[in-house]
């Protein structure tokens, strides 16, 4: 399923430069991921929005939006995320915290009416180098890294966003949200993998989308 999506992604890239008026879409987000990220092992205790400085995730990217049938498209991309989750304990007040950089290929589908565009569609989300483990307490801080780079995951994105005539292209706002559909999990030798938390959150996202042909295609 993995490698299937990634291939479909490269695929559709690719039909893209011979694909009628393609849309180069460069766009920044923040991840809000205390709005629905999991964490395993947490206890009654553990408040992800207790420390919901430690759930703030950004990033950016670039896709390729190729319409057809008038009013739907696909876009297949590539999102750089700079991940941070975290949870709090209200008892110890000790916050633990795991930050890591992914590649996330979406592919999506899209659909335009008037202003507004509507998007959904699954993603990979591969992990790049290890992952930072991080506790925090008074005034004392510990933190190890942990090579994830095998975890590579499968999720669903869907969202909305608005677009307004800008120079030669358009401004778009929007929303999204993301849901890996597995846990971040850490190799074990002797034993069970560990599994830490399943990423998921509300992106607020802008962006600028220009023809493909102002970069000469």
């Known amino acids: 399923m993995k490698k299937l999506i990634a291939l479909i992604a490269v695929a559709v890239t690719a039909v893209a430069v011979a ?9 920044g987000f923040v991840n809000l ?29 670039v896709g390729v939006n190729i319409p057809f049938a008038g009013y739907f498209g696909v876009q297949p991309g590539v999102d750089i995320y700079g991940n941070r989750v ?5 008892d110890t007040g000790v916050v633990s915290s795991c930050s890591y950089v992914s590649l996330d290929i979406p592919l999506l589908f899209t659909a335009k009416v008037e202003k507004w565009n509507f998007q959904i569609g699954p993603y990979l989300s591969i992990p790049l180098g290890d992952l930072k483990f991080t506790e925090k307490s ?3 801080e510990s933190s190890t890294d942990i090579d994830i780079a095998s975890n590579a995951l499968v ?15 358009r401004l778009v706002f929007g929303a999204r949200y993301m849901l890996d559909f597995a846990p971040i999990t850490l190799e074990n030798d002797y034993g069970p993998d560990v599994k ?5 959150g509300l992106e607020i996202d802008i962006g600028y989308k220009v023809p493909l042909t102002f970069f000469g295609g």
């Open 19 to 27: 694909a009628a008026d393609p849309l180069i879409v460069i766009h």
């Open 196 to 200: 830490l938390f399943t990423r998921r």
């Open 33 to 61: 991921n205390a709005l629905g990220t999991s964490w395993e092992h947490a206890s009654d205790n553990d408040s992800a929005f207790g420390a919901f400085g430690d759930n703030v995730s950004i990033g950016g990217g």
């Open 86 to 90: 975290g949870t709090k304990n209200s």
């Open 155 to 169: 999720g669903m994105l869907f969202g909305v966003g608005y677009e307004e005539r800008l120079g030669l292209g």
């Open 138 to 140: 008074g005034g004392a």
